[in-house]
């Protein structure tokens, strides 16, 4: 029974000093493996150092707004006798756009000229006149009474005939034509849009936080 224990006990003895002596032989061929690896070869890229200027950079989406913008049209009625302009074209202040038929209006003007002028000449010649008492003070009157009445309906239908005609208000870049040549317009018709661009506004939202950033450029 004696002998069994020996036995037992010197044979436990060597395994676990097997074991307790390979543990350290295993651990140092780890070692040597990993120290004969190295270090694996490292790609290094290289650049000059250059001083630059940093500018902030706020994003915000926005629109483009013309300083003057109107939608041209016409107080009077009347028939489309001429067209000056096509869509999309840039126009100095004052260019005839649109001219309406105007021939009655004209001839009315032009006989009210007329008038105005015989009057301005009895107007003068009783002037004269008066002067050797050959006629009246109230005939004096009475030619200046009428040539101050034609003097205004001449001034009034020269308003008339001009209305008959469209001209540019301010120089820009007129929008899509909106009328054909012959067609009726009922007074205050958009005929176009016109838009000056020099300069523009640009209208864009950023938060509250941000307004201390903003300057000019």
């Known amino acids: 029974m004696i002998k069994r224990m020996l036995i037992m006990l010197v044979t436990v003895a060597v ?3 097997g074991v307790l002596g390979f543990k350290p032989v295993v651990g140092m061929k780890i070692k040597e493996f990993m120290d004969g690896m190295g270090n694996e070869p490292q790609t290094v890229s290289t650049a ?10 706020i994003d915000a989406v926005g629109s ?3 300083v003057r913008g109107a939608d ?14 096509q869509s999309g074209d840039d126009v100095e202040e004052g260019k005839l756009l649109l001219r309406l ?4 209006e004209v001839a009315k003007l032009k006989s009210l000229e007329a008038m105005h002028k015989l009057y301005t000449q009895n107007y003068e010649r009783n002037s ?5 008492q050959a006629v009246s003070q109230s005939v004096v009157d009475n030619d200046v009474a009428n040539l101050e009445n034609f003097k205004a309906q001449v001034a009034q239908q020269k ?9 540019a208000p301010f120089a820009g870049r007129l929008g899509l034509r909106q009328i054909d040549l012959g067609q009726y317009l009922p007074a205050g018709t958009v005929i176009a849009t016109l838009q000056a661009l020099a300069p523009i506004y640009a209208d864009f939202y950023l938060p509250q936080q941000a307004i201390a950033k903003i300057k000019v450029g």
């Open 15 to 17: 395994i676990l000093g």
């Open 72 to 85: 041209l049209s016409l107080e009077v009625p009347g028939i489309v006798e001429e067209i000056n302009f």
């Open 48 to 57: 000059p150092a250059v001083k630059t200027e940093w500018q902030e950079r």
């Open 64 to 66: 483009l707004r013309a």
């Open 101 to 104: 038929r105007d021939a009655d």
């Open 128 to 132: 004269r006149l008066i002067k050797t």
């Open 159 to 167: 308003a008339m005939v001009e209305k008959k005609s469209l001209r």
